[in-house]
């Protein structure tokens, strides 16, 4: 009789760990372990994890690299709209772990798998990241989730791994640390009270580079293409290489604190060097090139991107509805964004684009015009205030 298959999406870390051997040796079940590198893994690291793999006797280990597909269909949009969840937070792991869920329940489906499985907790965000994906994905395929469902210890899962013949070292850091394409999530003591601020040695980027520099970044049609004088294949590059000039000076550190899925209170720290500089780039670039009222709506629509987009729902129709907006509203981003590099900050310097609508062909904004005269603006102003005019002069007795 042939086993039931499962599988896991794995981490390597404890919780998908024990996982593993739990869903093999108690479970009985053919165990793939999937791990889904969104551009935060390096050989090295993935060596590492198949090692671990190896050691713990899963059926099957499989690589699957979706950090162009990842992109594609969530970074640019994010880019975009430059969301950032509550003015802060870029949305760096939430949005991670939406496209890891929907790439392991592709993969499942690929091998036509019985069951599929997570470590998440019953905690946090992710296990209704992952269920709800998979709820959507595989309707007919039954979830798994040890670790929630058995409510485990670290102690107690180190004591039945090592009671199936496995010594592995799984020494908890003081932080947690979670890296990806998108930014670097940090938690520890510090971020599960109100009071105190991560120290400088939580973050995995030190400063290293004291000696202030500008650079410039390229845009296309919203997509950041290039970094000074090299215009590169692909918009994951520019993130890369952006990252790596940013890193030694301690850019893009701060706490985020919000409104989980289940309706408590977050808090974690992260840096996003490369995410936070595009983003507010990009902004700066838009505020030159699109108009008012398409700022207007932008921004609106923004705030409900990124809170869908965190709460899981990636799937609903609306969201396709927004990247559409989104797509047709980038046709005039393109130009150069000027930014100053320091030790933990950075500054927008200024733009160059065809598109700028601060064409001093059209006069200068405090200085001079060239479209109107002031006649025209007596008369414009007149009528602009007229239905505050008549409303203010109807209600004398009840303002104030």
Known sequence: MNQKKVVLGFSGGLDTSYCAVYLNKIKGLEVHAVLVNTGGFSEPEIQSIANRAAILGVNHFEVVDITKLYYADCL????????????????SVS????????????????????????????????????????????????????????????????????SHGIELDFTKAAYSINKGLWGTSVG?????TSDKSLPESAYPSQLHNTTAQTICVHFKKGEPIGINDTIYDHPVETI???????????????????????????????EAAAPLILLKAHHSLEKHVLTKHQMIIKDQLSMWYGN????????????RNIEAFFRD????????????????????????????????????????????????????????????????????????
């Open 188 to 192: 520890g003591q510090e971020t599960l």
């Open 95 to 162: 949005s991670e772990r939406i496209f890891q869920a929907q790439a392991i329940a592709e993969y499942a489906k690929k091998v036509n798998a019985d069951c599929v499985a997570h470590g998440s907790t019953g905690a946090g965000n992710d296990q209704v990241r992952f269920d709800m994906m998979f709820q959507i994905v595989l309707p007919n395929v039954e979830i798994l989730t040890p670790i929630r469902d058995l409510k485990l210890s670290r102690q107690e899962e180190i004591a039945f791994l090592k």
């Open 308 to 319: 869908w987009m965190h709460e899981g729902l990636y799937l609903d129709e609306v969201m």
């Open 329 to 400: 509203s980038q046709q005039c981003v393109s130009g150069k964004v000027m930014i100053q590099l320091s030790p933990y900050q950075f500054q927008i310097l200024g733009i160059e684009s065809k598109h700028d609508l601060m064409s001093s062909k059209f006069g200068s904004y405090g200085e001079m015009n060239k479209s109107w005269t002031g006649e025209d603006v007596k008369g414009f102003t007149k009528i602009y205030g007229n239905a505050l005019s008549i409303y203010h002069q109807v209600n004398t007795e009840v303002i104030s």
């Open 240 to 270: 890369q290489a952006l990252q790596k000039l940013a890193e030694p000076y301690a850019i893009g550190r701060d706490v985020h604190v919000g409104d989980t899925i289940i309706g408590i209170k977050g808090r974690v720290g992260f």
């Open 76 to 91: 640019r949009y994010l880019i975009f709209g430059n969301v950032l969840k509550n003015n802060t937070y870029p949305l």
